[in-house]
Every structure is written in structure tokens, then in C-alpha cells.
């Protein structure tokens, strides 16, 4: 599977570069995952993220997301697993 064949993308720029998002795979009922590329400076980062609706996700979607970051090759520090990040924490 080439993550860039998705039909759904967007695209925008930051002063962080140029990003493109893909959704690689979806039940809009329940997740999402992302797969995302920034062009910044003459470099790439690809990374993974996993969304859901819930604050959890069944062992099988975490599985599956988990296996999707490791054969694509997606570098752990870009990997995020966002189903039970609290969304009123703040960085």
C-alpha cells in the first residue's frame, strides 16, 4: 500500500513547512489514522497518527495502527497514538 494513494488528502503550509495529510484508513464512527508528510528545509518527516472518537479503541485498531507505523517505516518519535489524549491538556 503506497500511504500517498489515499483519496482524501490536505495540504497546507507553515512556517513549519509544507504538509500533506492522508487518511489511510477510517471508521468515522469510531477512528482514524492520518498518515502525514512535512517538507521543511530541504528535509522529510513522515509520521503516523491515530484519532478516535472515544477515548479508547479496541486491542485490534491499536494493533493494527501499531503494524501500519512499523512496515512503513514510520520512526517511533513520529508515531501518536491520540485516542485518550485529554483534549483541554495543553503543551
Do not use: W
Not at 60 to 89: M, W, Y
Amino acid at each position: 500500500m503506497d500511504l500517498r494513494s489515499s483519496d482524501l488528502c490536505s495540504v497546507s503550509s507553515t512556517d513549519d513547512g509544507y504538509n500533506e495529510f492522508h487518511v489511510v484508513e477510517a471508521d468515522y464512527n469510531d477512528y482514524v489514522i492520518f498518515y502525514f508528510l512535512n517538507y521543511h528545509n530541504e528535509e522529510i518527516t513522515q509520521g503516523m497518527e491515530l484519532y478516535a472518537r472515544k477515548p479508547d479503541v479496541s486491542p485490534q485498531i491499536k494493533k493494527r495502527f501499531e503494524e501500519l507505523c512499523k512496515n512503513h517505516g514510520i520512526p517511533e518519535e513520529n508515531v501518536q497514538d491520540l485516542t485518550n489524549a485529554d483534549p483541554c491538556s495543553q503543551d
